[in-house]
Each structure stands twice: as C-alpha cells, then as structure tokens.
Nanobody
Framework: QVQVAESGGGLVQAGGSLRLSCAAS????????MAWFRQAPGKEREFVGV????????KYGDSVKGRFTISRDDATNTAYLQMHGLKHEDTATYYC???????????????????WGQGTQVTVSA
C-alpha cells in the first residue's frame, strides 16, 4: 500500500516562485516514478512533469518547460516541484501521482498512475 500527500500550495503574485512537496509513505520501495499533474476548474487534467527513481529520467509538459523543475529525494521519499515565473494561467489544483512502472510512451497520461494525492491549490494573482 502506498499513500502520497501534497503540500506547499498557496497564493503567490505573478512572477513569483513556489515549491510544492509530495511525501510518499507505505511501500515506498516499490515506487519507481513520481509525477505532477494540475487541473483548473472546467478544464482537463494537464501533465506537468515526471521523474523516475534517482531523477535519471525527467520530462516536462510544454507549458512549464524552462520555468518548473521536478526533483526527488529518495532518502526522504519526497518529490518536489519548484515553480518560477508563475503566471495567472498556472492557477490550478496540483496533484502528485506515483506508480511502480514507467512507460516512455505514455508517461504524460494520468491513467498510467496508480497512486494519487488529494491535491494542493496554487493560486497566482494577475
């Protein structure tokens, strides 16, 4: 059994920075990939970034490339999403996801991930 929980969301001004954390617990040794998704009201879920164990394979969604950085601390079973240059359109609920497997062909699909957090709200003022 694996549980993941996000934290670090809040209100930030446009152009500012924010760091989200995702803590995994339970059978953490089985986790190979951790990812971030986001979803705004009335919009579809959007892929943000993903990192495999050890951070050797990292991918980003086009909308956040150059602004967001995903990282993992295997010692503490924690994934991070460091966000810079935040825009109003980044406002969304951010979700952490994890799984035991990784697919190079479908890592950006939410259906690939088994374990999900409850979400943390990020609001960027215009």
């Amino acid at each position: 059994q694996v549980q993941v929980a996000e934290s670090g969301g809040g209100l930030v001004q446009a152009g500012g920075s924010l760091r989200l954390s995702c803590a995994a617990s339970g059978r953490v040794f089985s986790i190979f990939v951790m990812a971030w998704f986001r979803q705004a009201p009335g919009k579809e879920r959007e892929f943000v970034g993903v990192a495999t164990r050890g951070g050797h394979n990292i991918k980003y969604g086009d909308s956040v490339k150059g602004r967001f950085t995903i990282s993992r601390d295997d010692a503490t079973n924690t994934a991070y999403l460091q966000m810079h240059g935040l825009k109003h359109e980044d406002t969304a609920t951010y979700y952490c996801a994890a799984d035991d497997d990784y697919s190079i062909n479908s890592y950006s699909s939410a259906g690939e991930y088994t374990y999900w957090g409850q979400g943390t709200q990020v609001t960027v003022s215009a």
